[in-house]
């Protein structure tokens, strides 16, 4: 069964940080550009960051450079978001994507809930 499971949400102090981790099973991500997205109730979901298959690249959302960092081990089928210097606005759901453009292939997490809070 083809499966992301997103892990390390919880609740934490606006300044604190945070590390999710996207766990695949039943394929390989090697192929797969790795995505963060998050959305928060009433609003649209957002991509919070993304990683290239070999690594090589990331992006990130302006209102999270400087604070995020994604990166991935492909022996470990695995990705990750360090999320450092929280904020309120960062609460929201956030959900691992991987996707394979060449085959336009897509799957998804059920996410977890990250909340900002004091």
């Known amino acids: 069964q083809v499966q992301l499971v997103e892990s390390g949400g919880g609740l934490v102090q606006p300044g604190g940080s945070l590390r999710l981790s996207c766990a695949a099973s039943?394929?390989?991500?090697?192929?797969?550009?790795m995505r963060w997205y998050r959305q928060a109730p009433g609003k649209e979901r957002e991509l919070v960051a993304g990683i290239t298959s070999t690594g090589g690249s990331t992006t990130y959302v302006d209102s999270v450079k400087g604070r995020f960092a994604i990166s991935r081990d492909n022996a470990k089928n695995t990705v990750y978001l360090q999320m450092n210097s929280l904020k309120p606005e960062d609460t929201a759901v956030y959900y691992c994507?991987?996707?394979?453009?060449?085959?336009?292939?897509?799957?998804w997490g059920q996410g977890t809930q990250v909340t900002v809070s004091s």
């Open positions: 994507n991987a996707l394979w453009g060449r085959y336009g292939s897509s799957y």
């Open positions: 039943g394929f390989t991500i090697s192929r797969y550009a």
